[in-house]
């Protein structure tokens, strides 16, 4: 594919959408929408967001699901040059009310319902002044900067503004003259997004990512994956989610590639849609692949076309991508929020045994060490510690918190992620689990993810999560928790039975716990902190019966 001159996502998405204007560019469920289209209902939400008064450099909160509305808000966003901020369509009251005053939006834009959920319901929990407001002057303590209440439904609620009336409200205020001038003055080192972190292990924070970040991110990975104008993307990820927005769909769209969602993830559905659009690529963390491979009816669908994704998990789950499904090109991938998605991948056409055993390389432009946490020496080759990273794609900080952001990213630029890892000679890194994963058995060290690859070879386990849960004399031994595939069964002692002579006795789960799911963030991670929490819960609920 030819070069993206530009580097400014609203201009760079133009400079494609002028190359392929009749592709189809997005695909969610009955709606198909080409690049001229998309490039052109994104052009009036950037002027119906001037028309309200939101200056470049203002945050514009988005909370919806998976939905063209979605995409037309985060490229018209990033046309006016506001600053996008990413709210996850499961968040409720407690965790909307967070986001939209941590980020000090001036404007949120949201759908009316999904299946159950009423989201204007819970909007007027979180903030009951939209009832007796106008349009466009909302006035709230909670809120004193939120103005600004737009909603995707048929039928305008008080004090908010309908979407289509947005479109409307922008080509009679906005000239395109003036749209065009906005969207030429950002920059790349201006901001796109506020990425709120998962809070897998704590309360979100808002990572402050650039235009040029995303850009750069999207490409290399795009390259690494061999992603062309030729593929079909299925994106089973929330676009709310860094691995949805930056490193599949805005990867697909500036490779002029077609991105095929659905509303939310069903694992049946993702292998219809798979069969039926004829999909080459996917991208899915864990929990989404297993729920695909060890679905009931997964042998029932032709996947033939399917060649290419990345991956997250262990090793194993690697190999069953390879074999099972028949993705031969997928690249083994590590990233987080604080370094704008993704830190480096393996490559398409690496060798299976490189793929399996390291996650690849830093991107160009970014770098990566091991280092002691307690001495924060630089580890040679070979020695696990954690893993820094330096370059293009370091967040520009936690947004409102200098605090946290220094704890994280030291003078020099490098980040501190929290994650243990390994690199070889040759470069390539490892991901072997959080800081927090490593149990201390009796003075021994535990990976997490080692064991939970292991039991992922039993023949019973759909899903298994190990944690460390208090001991008297060990201070801490391993626990199992485990969901079972459908229909399977085992007990305790047939878990703890398999791992005897296999792994060694500090690393064999002392308790098992069988569970029906897990507790996930908003973007589908699984809570360990939140596990632990439950399964010292479970383990005293059991020692007093």
């Known amino acids: 594919m030819e070069t993206v001159r530009s580097s400014s996502i609203g201009a760079a998405f133009d400079e494609i959408a002028g190359r392929y204007p009749d592709k189809e560019a997005l695909i969610c469920e009955d709606q198909r929408i080409t690049y001229r289209q998309l490039k052109e209902r994104s052009a009036q939400v950037a002027r119906g967001l001037m028309a309200l008064g939101v200056e470049k450099g203002e945050k514009v909160s988005v909370w919806m699901n998976n939905n063209p509305e979605w995409v037309y808000a985060y490229l ?15 968040f409720k009251t407690h965790e909307l009310e967070y986001v939209l005053r941590q980020s000090d939006s001036r404007a949120v834009l949201f759908q009316d319902r999904l299946h159950t959920t009423n989201y204007m319901e819970i909007f007027r929990e979180v903030c009951p002044e939209v009832s007796s407001s106008v349009s466009g002057n909302l006035i709230s303590q909670k809120f004193p900067l939120l103005k600004h209440v737009v ?29 065009e001038e906005r969207q030429n003055s950002v920059q790349p080192e201006d901001l796109i997004m506020i990425q709120y972190t998962s809070g897998t292990t704590s309360f979100p924070k808002g990572c402050m990512t650039t235009h040029g970040q995303v850009f750069l991110d999207a490409l290399a990975i795009g390259k690494n994956m061999a992603i062309d104008f030729t593929d079909r993307l299925y994106c089973p990820l929330p676009f709310s989610h860094a691995g949805g927005c930056i490193i599949t769909l805005m990867k697909g769209l500036l490779r002029g590639a077609t991105i095929v969602t659905t509303r939310h993830f069903d694992p049946e559905e993702a292998l219809k849609v798979i069969e039926r659009e004829k999909c080459t690529c996917m991208n899915g963390v864990e929990t989404i692949w297993l729920e695909m491979l060890k679905h009931p009816c997964f042998d029932s669908y032709n996947l033939h076309t399917l060649k290419k994704g990345w991956t997250t998990g262990p090793a194993e789950l690697r190999q069953s991508i390879y074999e099972k499904m028949g993705v031969k090109r997928f690249v083994s991938t590590y990233g ?11 490559l398409a056409d690496d060798p299976l045994e490189l793929k399996l055993a390291w996650n690849g390389r830093p991107h160009p432009g970014s770098e990566m060490k091991i280092i002691d946490r307690k001495t924060g020496r630089t580890l040679p080759p070979g ?31 490098w980040l501190h992620t929290g994650d243990l890892g390994v690199m070889n000679e040759a470069g390539y890194f490892k991901f072997s689990g959080r800081v927090k994963d490593m149990l201390r058995v009796g003075g021994e060290n535990v990976a997490a993810l080692e064991v939970e690859g292991f039991f992922m070879q039993h023949p019973a386990v759909k899903q298994v999560q190990v944690i460390g849960v208090p001991d008297p004399k060990l201070v801490e031994v391993p626990m199992a928790v485990v969901q079972l595939k459908e229909g399977a069964k085992a007990t305790e002692e047939d878990v703890i039975a398999f791992a005897r002579g296999r792994l060694s006795t500090f690393k064999i789960p002392r308790y098992v716990w069988f569970v029906e799911d897990f507790p996930l963030t908003a973007s589908g991670k699984i809570q360990k902190f939140k596990l632990r929490e439950e399964a010292i819960g479970h383990l005293q609920k059991r020692n007093c019966s």
């Open 151 to 179: 909603c995707v439904t048929p039928q305008e609620e008080t004090g908010t503004l309908s979407f289509s009336r947005l479109l409307q409200f922008g080509e009679k205020n906005i000239s395109l003259a003036e749209r």
């Open 383 to 413: 020695q696990e510690g954690e893993i820094c990273v330096r370059g293009f794609n370091v967040m520009k900080g936690y947004y409102r918190m200098p605090e946290e952001t220094s704890k994280v990213i030291d003078p020099e630029g």
């Open 336 to 346: 987080l929020s604080e370094a704008t998605a993704n830190t480096g991948t393996t």
């Open 76 to 90: 018209g966003s990033a046309k006016a040059g506001s600053i996008f901020v990413s709210v996850n369509a499961r």
